[in-house]
């Protein structure tokens, strides 16, 4: 079946960068957007930005400023980077397949990122 | 406060049905597809209704899903205590150019 694993550091020291990848299994990278999403502890989902399989990019104008993401077909990975990252992008980050009509319709298990001061 | 508007908290019995509310604006449940996620505790998010109304295969037709205007509806029929969870929509939204999310609406069975 379709599976999604996160990884990348726990901790993060502030002003510096969140680095995330997301291993995909069971599934072609071709013909759907790769996500990430995140959710600060105790709070709700907050979309991220996606990538396509050809490496076109959208992101939330909220972060864009200092979100990028990667696709690597071969390796069946995609990636986020988060720069000048503060106490507020502490949070679990899941990285999701994504279908038409921005339908998140695969997640992964979500990997917690602390940001320390 | 998120632009898309949930009930905080709604819960039922054993059998019973609820509905969960997801009220937005022309911009964007009045345009694009709502599609709902459940979160079970400690859980990754998952998929439960695509285009309003579309279940993926694994989410058995006891859920159910409705829009009309600017508004969508989760309903939950012989509601089980393993559908105690949180419930989110989510829809594109053309203002702010991006995927939104309700601010989550916490189900609890009696």
């Known amino acids: 079946q379709v599976q999604l694993q996160e990884s990348g550091p726990g901790l993060v020291k502030s002003s510096e960068t969140l680095s995330l990848t997301c291993l995909v299994s069971?599934?072609?990278?071709?013909?759907?957007?790769w996500s990430w999403i995140r959710q600060p502890p105790g709070k709700g989902l907050e979309w991220i930005g996606y990538v396509y399989y050809s490496g076109n990019t959208k992101y939330n104008p909220s972060l864009k400023s200092r979100v990028s993401i990667s696709i690597d077909t071969s390796e069946k990975t995609f990636s986020l980077k988060v720069t000048s990252v503060t106490a507020a992008d502490s949070a679990v980050y899941y990285c999701v397949r994504t279908a038409s009509a921005e339908s998140f319709d695969i997640w992964g298990q979500g990997t917690m990122v602390t940001v320390s001061s | 406060q998120s632009v898309l508007t949930q009930p905080p908290s709604v819960s039922g019995t054993p059998g019973q049905t609820v509905t969960i509310s997801c009220s937005g604006s022309s911009s964007n449940t009045g345009t694009y597809a709502v599609n709902w996620y459940q979160q079970v505790s400690g859980m990754a998010p998952k998929a439960l209704m695509y285009?309003?109304?579309q279940r993926p295969s694994w989410v058995p037709d006891r859920f159910s899903g409705s829009k009309s205007g600017t508004s969508a509806s989760l309903a939950i029929n012989g509601l089980q205590s393993e559908d105690e969870a949180y419930y989110y929509c989510a829809a594109w939204d053309d203002s702010l150019n991006a995927v939104i999310f309700g601010g989550g609406t916490k189900l609890t069975v009696l």
């Open positions: 069971g599934s072609s990278l071709t013909s759907y957007y």
């Open positions: 285009s309003h109304n």
